[in-house]
């Protein structure tokens, strides 16, 4: 267990819907990043944010936003669903914003849009 | 930004036998370089990590070795075992300080 929480574990709806993937750190940690992982693009970055404050962007499309709130934990809003946004959704946590420490992943969430 | 690629995409490898896992990267910049193990439906846990001043790190059966002039770092397993069989991602972070994952190499270790 890494001390890393996601929530919801699985998760499955319809195109054009939206819905909400929920994160808490590593008590301590102030990072936290978000992660698209799908069959064929292995462990793609989407955003960071470090303290409350979005400290890097990625792949992250338009239609996805994310939050980091005053006590730590990050959501993940996705919109506008489409087919080819099916794929594991993972948070990490890092003591740094910088980048240079391990980031501790949690368990994912399985987004299925049909 | 940093490009990161692993080679080879899938390795099949007997019990007992060593499996080299390569990886390069683009950024003459990066100096932090981790390897993540994923077995199957898990989450990715990091199993060693190297950084910039350093050539060669082990860890009981797992080593990595930097080659910072050719920009390439390799996961080194000795004799492997059922339980080594995962996908193993590099990543590299880079001047932008962001952590770049490589898409995976698949390690299948046969009993």
């Known amino acids: 267990d890494s001390g890393v929480t996601q929530t919801p574990k699985h998760l499955i709806t319809a195109t054009g819907q939206r819905v909400t993937l929920r994160c808490s750190p590593r008590?301590?940690?102030?990072?936290v990043y978000w992660y698209q992982q799908s069959l064929d693009q292995g462990l793609q970055f989407l955003i960071q944010y470090y303290n409350g404050e979005e400290r890097a962007k990625g792949n992250i499309l338009e239609r996805f936003s994310a939050q980091q709130f005053p006590d730590l934990h990050s959501e993940l809003n996705l919109s506008s669903l489409e087919l080819g946004d099916s794929a594991l959704y993972f948070c990490a946590s890092s003591v740094d914003g910088g980048g240079a420490y391990e980031q501790y992943f949690g368990p994912g969430t399985r987004l299925t849009v049909t | 930004g940093e490009n990161v690629e692993q080679h080879p995409s899938t390795l099949s490898v007997q019990e007992g036998d060593s499996a080299v896992i390569k990886c390069t990267y683009s950024?003459?910049?990066?100096?932090?370089f981790p390897w993540y193990k994923q077995e199957l439906g898990k989450r990715p846990q990091l199993i060693i990590d190297i950084r910039s001043n350093v050539g060669e790190k082990k860890d009981q059966r797992i080593a990595v070795t930097l080659n910072k002039t050719a920009k390439h770092f390799s996961l080194h397993i000795t004799e492997t075992q059922p339980e080594d069989s995962a996908v193993y991602f590099c990543?590299?972070?880079?001047?932008?300080?962001?952590?770049?994952f490589g898409k995976g190499n698949q390690v299948v270790v046969i009993p």
């Open positions: 950024d003459s910049a990066s100096n932090y």
């Open positions: 990543a590299v972070r880079g001047g932008n300080n962001r952590l770049a």
């Open positions: 008590s301590g940690d102030l990072s």
